[in-house]
């Protein structure tokens, strides 16, 4: 699962909550590192609502090139304007709510692009509900409480998430539990449902990223 996140194309992400940090810490955990910054851009009720994403390239590897809009169709214009760009590593957007501008066709307009130029695209839907989309993967995700602090118990570990794949092209839909290893950059998926295949898979695909 963790190869799926990174894939290049569109995909669909939904806050648990609209205003739940996690789903972003996620996402900032699938970008791709050392290949060209990555273009952020958000509608005006976005930023406002839930914040504007942080993240320094010297803590991370990954440049962030951040735009504020005031419409969900110029978050959309400019998403497809940077999927044109062979500079950038991938291109983010988030809309709130379901606006006009966000039909089936939109979503497949940016799936097109980021298919045509291999580049991975993210939408951030908050307060957004699952309806059409070209996107080929569709996720859910909720913060979880980190992982146990290897040398102190009274420091966070690990950052985690429940992360929930709702509907895909390429992949079987399931629910995991996800920690992140910040100096391998490597996602690790565990079932959380007792199924011990979704949890082989999890292992199997978080050893893949890692090498």
């Not at 214009?77 to 709510?97: K, R, T």
């Not at 089936?104 to 291999?118: E, G, Q, V």
């Not at 913060?143 to 966070?156: I, T, V």
């Not at 570990?157 to 910040?182: C, E, I, N, T």
Request: one cysteine or more; a neutral charge; aromatic letters at 6%.
């Amino acid at each position: 699962m963790a190869d799926l996140c990174r894939r290049n194309g569109l995909s669909d992400l939904f806050p648990e909550t609209v205003c739940d940090a996690g789903a972003v810490g996620f996402l900032l955990a699938t970008l791709p590192r050392g290949q060209g910054p990555v273009l952020w851009v958000q509608d005006r009720v976005s930023a406002r609502e839930a914040g504007v994403p942080y993240l320094t390239e010297m803590q991370s590897g990954v440049p962030l090139l951040r735009v504020q809009v005031g419409r969900a169709a110029d978050v959309l214009q400019a998403m497809e304007d940077g999927l044109g760009c062979g500079a950038l590593a991938a291109v983010v957007g988030e809309i709130w709510g379901d606006p006009p501008a966000l039909s089936f066709t939109a979503t497949k307009r940016l799936a097109l692009r980021a298919d045509s130029n291999a580049l991975p695209c993210w939408l951030v839907r908050r307060a957004g509900a699952p309806n059409l989309s070209a996107a080929r993967n569709r996720w859910r995700v909720t913060s979880a409480p980190s992982a146990a602090h290897p040398d102190d118990a009274k420091a966070p570990g690990a950052p985690r998430w429940h992360v929930g794949l709702f509907r895909s092209r390429q992949a079987k839909p399931g629910d995991w539990m996800v920690s992140y290893d910040r100096a391998a950059h490597c996602l690790d998926f565990s079932a959380t449902s007792g199924d011990g295949a979704l949890a082989e898979m999890g292992r199997a695909a978080g050893e893949r990223a890692a090498g």
